[in-house]
C-alpha cells in the first residue's frame, strides 16, 4: 500500500510558495491599475471584468467590491462589471457562435473608447480573454492583463500587464486574488482625503444617510 502524503508536509510548502509569489508581485504595475481605474471613475468610463473558471469568480468578486465597497456612500461610483454574470447570455453566445465569443460579443454591446477592459487568465492563452483583448485595443479601449506563468499571449496583446511569478495555476490565482484585493481595499480604505481610509468613508456615508456600524457594512 503507497504510503499517504504528508499533509502538513504538502500545507506548508504550498503556504510558503504563495506567500514567496505575493512577495514578488509587482507593485509598480498593480499601482498603475490604480492610478488608470482612479481616472476612469472620475471620466465615468465603464470597467469590464473577465476571466474563466477560478478567474470568473475574481472577475466577479472584483467587480463586487468596486461597485459595491468602493462605492457605497461615496460622490464618485465605479461603472463596473464582469463579463461572467450574465449567464443566459454567456451560454447562447456559447452554444449559437464560439466560446471564444462570450466576452467579445458582450463588450460590442456596451463598450466605447476610453474604457477599461480587465482580463484574468493563468496561462494567458485563454482564447476568449484574447478575442476580448484584441478587440478592446482596437476600438480604443485600455487593456489590462493578469497572468502568470510566462504570460502567455495575454502579456503580448494587453497594454498593462500584472504578472504573478508562479508556474502553479493555484498560486497564479491565489496571487491574482490578492491584487484585486489590494485594489478594491486600496478604494475603500487607503484612499487620502478627510481622514483617510474608514474614517473617510464612514464619513461619506453619514452624509449619505447610511450606518456606518460595521455589522450593516458587511455581513459576508
Known sequence: M??????????????H???????????????????LLSEARSLGRQIF?????GSAATASHFANDLGKGASLGRSERFRVMSLTDNIPWITSLA??????????????NFARPGDLVLAFSGSGNSPNVIEAIRWARGHGLVTMGF?????GRLAKEAEIVVQVDSDHMGVIEDGHFVIQHLIGYYFMNGESGRGGGRERADDEKEEAGLSTKPDKECRR
Do not use: H
Open 95 to 108: 452554444n449559437d457562435l464560439d466560446y471564444s465569443q462570450i466576452f467579445v460579443e458582450q463588450l460590442k
Open 49 to 53: 471584468i473577465c476571466g474563466n473558471g
Open 147 to 151: 497572468t502568470g506563468r510566462a504570460g
Open 17 to 35: 510558495d504563495t506567500i514567496a509569489a505575493v512577495d514578488r508581485l509587482p507593485l509598480g504595475q498593480v499601482r498603475r491599475v490604480v492610478e
Open 2 to 15: 503507497t504510503e499517504p502524503a504528508d499533509v502538513t508536509a504538502f500545507l506548508r510548502q504550498y503556504t
